[in-house]
């Protein structure tokens, strides 16, 4: 296995936990949403401008979301998959029980997303305001 690099060593981040690290990457998702749509209102020369072009771009964001849901899709399953179920093959089981488990998320994975984009369509449609 190649050496990795000394930033991405796990005990150099040790002193975060989980939460911080969580909630510090969603402050920073909120941030970047709330300058993409601050600087999106002023160029479209205003709040009701701004929503009016996102309507208006609807069908680009679905084509968006499915395009980046099947990269990393087939990244997940050609490339970051095998490793996991290589890396559970050393269990003390061969892995049995973190196959499944990992079976069951992949599974929860895909109901949420179809779920999420059902209610955009429809909402897109105009059936759920």
């Given at each position: 296995m190649p050496e990795r690099p000394a930033w991405y060593h796990p005990a150099r981040w040790s002193h975060l936990s989980h939460w911080k690290l969580f909630f510090g990457l969603w402050a920073i998702?909120?941030?970047?949403?709330?300058?993409?749509?601050?600087?999106?209102?002023?160029?479209?020369?205003?709040?009701?401008?701004?929503?009016?072009?996102?309507?208006?771009?609807?069908?680009?964001?679905?084509?968006?979301?499915?395009?980046?849901?099947?990269?990393i899709g087939g990244l997940y399953?050609?490339?970051?998959?095998?490793?996991?179920?290589?890396?559970?093959?050393?269990?003390?089981?061969?892995?049995?029980?973190?196959?499944?488990?990992?079976?069951?998320?992949?599974?929860?994975v895909v109901i949420v997303i179809a779920t999420l984009e059902l209610f955009n369509v429809l909402s897109y449609a105009g059936g759920a305001q």
């Open positions: 998702l909120l941030g970047l949403s709330v300058a993409v749509t601050a600087i999106g209102s002023l160029l479209a020369g205003g709040l009701q401008e701004w929503h009016a072009l996102m309507t208006h771009l609807t069908p680009w964001w679905v084509v968006w979301r499915l395009g980046l849901y099947l990269v399953w050609l490339r970051w998959r095998p490793r996991i179920l290589a890396s559970v093959a050393r269990d003390h089981d061969g892995g049995a029980v973190a196959r499944y488990r990992l079976r069951r998320s992949e599974r929860a």
